[in-house]
T-cell receptor, first 114, second 112 residues
């Protein structure tokens, strides 16, 4: 079945530690996205990538980094510079970035700080 | 910039009741509009969408009509079930911003 997988489901970070969240899709989509969801709030865009080896900052990119070395993979690193990383992180993909195309979401990773 | 405003929840209903979740938006141009649903502990699933004025999106008994004159995209369902308990997000996509802008979400709880 085609879809988006995210791992791990839960991730714990210690102070000063960088952690990486995995996102893989087998939908052959060009575009991929990372969103952050805080309790009771909507989603905010962290980074997006329209094509391999290219990515753009979203609204809240500070303290995060990404790479897009392969079409199917878009890992997100939460660096120690992100002072409030506890949140639910959602990865999404779409065929491209044309306005009428639907974004498909993965199941999410919940990040907690120890 | 673009923005989406949804009614705050939680909305608590009995089974078979009528559900309406209001959504209004602010955007330049002609955005595409979406409703996504999030079940507990899961990611978002597309529920329905509309890409131009007067379009009606529908899926699983849910409907929403793109009203440009009132900049609204209200979600409705005639008879809800317990399985409809979830958080519902209204969102818009506009090419100028090159991203989805989400409302804050509305939690719906349907009681048997």
């Amino acid at each position: 079945d085609g879809g988006i997988t995210q791992s791990p489901k839960y991730l714990f970070r210690k102070e000063g530690q960088n952690v990486t969240l995995s996102c893989e899709q087998n939908l052959n989509h060009d575009a991929m996205y990372w969103y952050r969801q805080d309790p009771g709030q909507g989603l905010r865009l962290i980074y997006y990538s329209q094509i391999v080896n290219d990515f753009q900052k979203g609204d809240i990119a500070e303290g995060y980094s990404v790479s897009r070395e392969k079409k199917e993979s878009f890992p997100l690193t939460v660096t120690s510079a992100q002072k409030n990383p506890t949140a639910f992180y959602l990865c999404a993909s779409s065929i491209g970035t044309v306005s009428r195309e639907t974004q498909y979401f993965g199941p999410g990773t919940r990040l907690l700080v120890l | 910039g673009n923005s989406v405003t949804q009614m705050e929840g939680p909305v608590t209903l009995s089974e078979e009741a009528f559900l309406t979740i209001n959504c209004t938006y602010t955007a330049t141009g002609y955005p595409s509009l979406f409703w996504y649903v999030q079940y507990p502990g899961e990611g978002l699933q597309l529920l329905l969408k509309a890409t131009k004025a007067d379009d009606k999106g529908s899926n699983k008994g849910f409907e929403a009509t793109y009203r440009k004159e009132t900049t609204s995209f209200h979600l409705e369902k005639g008879s809800v079930q317990v399985s409809d308990s979830a958080v519902y997000f209204c969102a818009l996509w506009e090419a100028a911003g090159n991203k989805l802008t989400f409302g804050g979400g509305t939690r719906v709880l349907v009681k048997p």
